[in-house]
């Protein structure tokens, strides 16, 4: 099985950045895709940002240019770096990955969240 750990929300002013990180842990192979979603209250959750194995980003049209997603592969980590914030911004985080597990076997796992709020 694959762990996922965020950290990195908390609180801040509109334009203010934030960093959030997901490390990966447990058995596996590789990733093939990291990524970060958000859900606000009330709505679905929406994808915010992906990297693939060769590092081909993608973002939702409403952070291009303001989000930024990396990884670092020996520490099986992907990051967002968020700057100019807004408060439409304001969602639960959650991590993603599609891990390989084996040369047969790619699963889907979720961090847990976490929570970024920002004021106006």
């Known amino acids: 099985q694959v762990q996922l750990v965020e950290s990195g929300g908390g609180l801040v002013q509109a334009g203010g950045s934030l960093r959030l990180s997901c490390a990966a842990s447990g058995r596996f192979l590789s990733h093939n895709v990291m990524g970060w979603y958000r859900q606000a209250p009330g709505k679905q959750r929406e994808l915010v940002a992906t990297?693939?194995?060769?590092?081909?980003?993608n973002y939702v049209d409403s952070v291009k240019g303001r989000f930024t997603i990396s990884k670092d592969n020996a520490k099986n980590t992907v990051y967002l770096q968020m700057n100019s914030l807004k408060p439409e911004d304001t969602a639960v985080y959650y991590c993603?990955?599609?891990?390989?597990?084996?040369?047969?076997?790619?699963?889907?796992?979720w961090g847990q969240g976490t929570q970024v709020t920002v004021s106006s």
């Open positions: 990297i693939t194995r060769d590092d081909k980003t």
């Open positions: 993603t990955t599609k891990t390989v597990i084996t040369n047969w076997t790619i699963n889907d796992y």
